[in-house]
Nanobody, 122 residues
Framework: QVQLVESGGGLVQAGGSLRLSCAAS????????LGWFRQAPGKEREFVAL????????SYADSVKGRFTISRDNAKNTVYLQMNSLKPEDTAVYYC???????????????WGQGTQVTVSS
């Protein structure tokens, strides 16, 4: 069992930066893939980024590639999402998720945080 708690969301102007954190509890954190997803009002939840258990596999959605960076610190049971050059279309609730498979498919993740709101003003 893994419990996830996101933090770091907020209101930022276009072009600004935010760093999201997701703290996890559970002894098996280091063996899980960690993903970030987001959901804007009226839209489906979409993949943003993932990082494999060792950090050796990283994948980004095309919409954030070159602007967002995912990282993890297994000693701190924490995954991060550094978001730079933010755009209004990045506005959404951001969720972290954890599970064993390395996949972009949200339905494959059993463990989810409660989400943190990111709002980018133009």
């Amino acid at each position: 069992q893994v419990q996830l708690v996101e933090s770091g969301g907020g209101l930022v102007q276009a072009g600004g930066s935010l760093r999201l954190s997701c703290a996890a509890s559970g002894r098996t954190f280091s063996s899980y893939t960690l993903g970030w997803f987001r959901q804007a009002p009226g839209k489906e939840r979409e993949f943003v980024a993932l990082i494999g258990w060792s950090g050796g596999i990283i994948s980004y959605a095309d919409s954030v590639k070159g602007r967002f960076t995912i990282s993890r610190d297994n000693a701190k049971n924490t995954v991060y999402l550094q978001m730079n050059s933010l755009k209004p279309e990045d506005t959404a609730v951001y969720y972290c998720a954890a599970d064993v498979p390395i996949t972009r498919v949200a339905a494959a993740y059993r463990y989810w945080g409660q989400g943190t709101q990111v709002t980018v003003s133009s």
